[in-house]
């Protein structure tokens, strides 16, 4: 079992940054793929970025160029720098962490919202 805890959320004007952590409970990231996935009202979770087990990283069309994902091997936490942000960003953010081994071993933290506004 691995537990998912983010933070770093919340009122943020339009142009300005985030950044947000997802701390894993244990040292999962040789083996697994973390991912900032997004949820605006009405709207169905999409994914944001991604860092494999490998370290390549991928984002969703809407954030290349703006949002950055990282991750400190030593803490078991997962980054996403988040500049340049739009009120079209609002939305709670998820950090999911799923193996690359175990394809069941898929796990969700609580989200963490994010809100741009002026």
């Known amino acids: 079992q691995v537990q998912i805890v983010e933070s770093g959320g919340g009122l943020v004007q339009p142009g300005g940054s985030l950044n947000l952590s997802c701390a894993a409970s244990r040292n999962i990231f040789s083996t697994y793929t973390m991912g900032w996935y997004r949820q605006a009202p009405g709207k169905q979770r999409e994914l944001v970025a991604s860092?494999?087990?490998?370290?390549?990283?991928n984002y969703g069309d809407s954030v290349k160029g703006r949002f950055t994902i990282s991750r400190d091997n030593v803490k078991n936490t997962v980054y996403l720098q988040m500049n340049s942000l739009k009120p079209e960003d609002t939305a709670i953010y998820y950090c999911n962490a799923r193996s690359v081994i175990t394809l069941s071993n898929n796990y969700w933290g609580q989200g963490t919202q994010v809100t741009v506004s002026s």
């Open positions: 860092i494999s087990w490998r370290g390549n990283t």
